[in-house]
C-alpha cells in the first residue's frame, strides 16, 4: 500500500484501506499504517463502526507479519502480509468473530484515507474537505482481490 502524503516528515501520519460492501464508511474490514517521526511505525487491521475506527490489537498480531512503513520522497510506503488462518488464535471474541476470510476481502470497495497523527500518535479524523489532499477516495466500483490487477 502506498499513499502521497507532503507534510509526513513534519508530523505522524496514517494511510488506510478498507474493504467495504458499499461505497460509504461504516462496518468496514481497514489495514491502516502509521508512520510517527519519534516512535517509528506499525501496521494494524481496525474497523470502521458507523463513523468510528476501531483497532483491533489482537487481531493485528493474528492476522499481520512481515510489516512496516517508512517515508520515502513524500510517499508512505507500507508493507505486511495478511494470514486469515492467524484469526483463530486471537483471544478477543469481539474480535475473532469479525468477518476475516478470503471472501471478507473480494469483490468490495475499496476506500482510502489518510490524515494525521496527534502528538500523542493517536489518529485524528481525515478531512472532509473536498479541496483537501486527505479527503478520502473510494473504487468507482468493487474490486476482487483474487484476481491479479492493478488499481489506480
Not at 95 to 111: G, T, V
Request: aromatic share 8%; glycine share 10%.
Amino acid at each position: 500500500m502506498q499513499g502521497r502524503d507532503p507534510e509526513t516528515d513534519r508530523s505522524g501520519r496514517y494511510i488506510a484501506v478498507g474493504f467495504s460492501d458499499d461505497p460509504w464508511m461504516g462496518n468496514d474490514t481497514v489495514f491502516e499504517c502509521v508512520v510517527d517521526g519519534s516512535s517509528g511505525s506499525d501496521v494494524f487491521v481496525s474497523v470502521n463502526v458507523g463513523r468510528m475506527n476501531k483497532r483491533l490489537i489482537g487481531a493485528s498480531e493474528g492476522l499481520l507479519s512481515a510489516k512496516g512503513a517508512t517515508v520515502l520522497d513524500g510517499q508512505v510506503i507500507c508493507r505486511f502480509e495478511v494470514d486469515l488462518d492467524g484469526i483463530k488464535e486471537v483471544e478477543s471474541d469481539s474480535e475473532r468473530n469479525h468477518e476475516f476470510d478470503s471472501s471478507s476481502l473480494s469483490n468490495k470497495y475499496l476506500l482510502y484515507a489518510s490524515g494525521p497523527l496527534s502528538k500523542s500518535g493517536t489518529k485524528l479524523p481525515h478531512p472532509l474537505d473536498h479541496g483537501s489532499d486527505f479527503f478520502p477516495m473510494v473504487t468507482p466500483e468493487k474490486v476482487d482481490l483474487n484476481t491479479y490487477t492493478v488499481i489506480h
